[in-house]
């Protein structure tokens, strides 16, 4: 099939993709342009159908309407095995009777590649890896993070148009979870592949990814970078999901003088302008945009919880009725509940329509 000029230059591309099983409607046309060489993370909380996705673009799941192309040629009613694929599952899915070099060069020798060059390309593939002493061991002799990097080896020495991760750390304890995010991160930096990983864990996303598609409800959200989806947020749902501790969500009333929050007045300054905003909205701050107040304080609350993590300290208190975390560093006194005075980094507040959601650009 001849390339597409329109998708010259992508890894993948969607075109109102849409999925539906009998009358239910899982996703609602898809667009997504993926350029060589992303890093695309797929993210959203469970149900959203993230995975869904991931298996209509690996070709487990038929595509109800719309259209998929992988490397600038229409695959959408193309079988997995035509697609130029590789995919990486949550479970590690290695053959147990097989060594570490027989299970990442099985798909070679189904191919019946020269036995040579797969015992080249699983080395190769190995020592990228950094499992090359483990190439004589079994599955049963190997760590949760071993063999998750034996999975990723099987899928690199196909060097596929397009790699796919379904979700493959969930299975890691916390720890291990860092160190492999890591190592992928550096795969990719190395291998420079073209990458579509999904989870629903908000800093996997941020960490990993180029671009970040956040969904909810079969609808996408937003896509950008990370730093777009976290300083810009489209919507309340992106702003309250990407985050930990979630960005704060509270009604505000808009006056010449700045912003009533919780019965205060925030002063916002001479350089104010009340003008693009109406009466009523929905305002946004993020915990580390609250500071310890040096001089006079923008708000004085009295705590309702204080959490130290060691390097930094969570503020949970009320404010006119709605609970708001800030996020200081230094240690403070877990039973403490003298007021505290707080300042407001102005320049990053966001603004949602109430109605809607929806962010207001100024």
């Given at each position: 099939m001849a390339l597409d000029t329109t998708t010259q230059g992508l890894a993948m591309q969607t075109r109102k993709l849409v999925k539906n099983y009998?009358?239910?409607a899982v996703l609602h046309a898809i667009d997504i342009d993926m350029a060589q060489g992303e890093f695309l993370v797929l993210v959203g909380p469970s149900g959203c159908g993230k995975s869904t996705l991931l298996n209509c673009i690996?070709?487990?799941?038929?595509?109800?309407?719309?259209?998929?192309?992988?490397?600038?040629?229409?695959?959408?009613?193309?079988?997995p095995k035509d697609r130029d694929i590789a995919m990486v599952f949550q479970s590690y899915a290695l053959y147990p009777t097989m060594t570490v070099a027989e299970n990442i060069g099985f798909g070679m020798k189904i191919r019946k590649l020269p036995r040579a060059e797969i015992e080249a390309k699983t080395r190769e593939v190995a020592r990228l890896l950094q499992i090359d002493h483990l190439l004589d061991r079994q599955p049963s002799q190997l760590?949760?993070?071993q063999r998750q990097r034996v999975a990723m080896g099987r899928a690199l020495v196909r060097d596929p148009k397009l790699f796919l991760f379904d979700e493959p750390l969930s299975n890691l304890d916390a720890k291990l979870r860092v160190e492999m995010r890591a190592e992928i991160k550096r795969l990719?930096?190395?291998?420079?592949?073209s990458i579509v990983y999904v989870t629903h864990d908000q800093i996997e996303a941020m960490t990993l990814a180029s671009r970040i598609v956040v969904l909810k409800d079969g609808h996408v959200q937003q896509i950008g970078t990370p730093q777009e989806i976290y300083d810009t947020p489209a919507n309340t749902f992106v702003a309250d999901f990407m985050g930990s501790p979630p960005m704060n969500l509270i009604a505000a009333e808009v006056t010449e003088?700045?912003?009533?929050?919780?019965?205060?007045?925030?002063?916002?300054?001479?350089?104010?302008?009340?003008e693009g905003l109406p009466q009523k909205v929905t305002l946004g701050v993020r915990p580390e945009h609250f500071a310890l107040a040096e001089g006079r304080p923008d708000l004085t609350i009295t705590p309702v919880l204080i959490e130290n993590t060691g390097a930094e300290s969570y503020i949970v208190f009320d404010l006119g009725g709605t609970a708001m975390t800030a996020k200081v560093p230094g240690r403070l006194d877990e039973d403490s509940v003298v007021p505290i005075g707080l300042q407001v980094a102005r320049a990053a507040l966001c603004y949602f329509d109430p109605t809607t959601g929806l962010r207001l650009t100024r």
């Open positions: 009998g009358a239910v690996a070709g487990l799941e038929e595509i109800t309407s719309g259209s998929l192309t992988i490397g600038g040629r229409d695959v959408t009613q193309e079988p760590s949760g993070g990719h930096k190395r291998t420079k592949a003088r700045g912003l009533v929050v919780g019965g205060m007045t925030l002063d916002m300054g001479a350089g104010w302008r009340a």
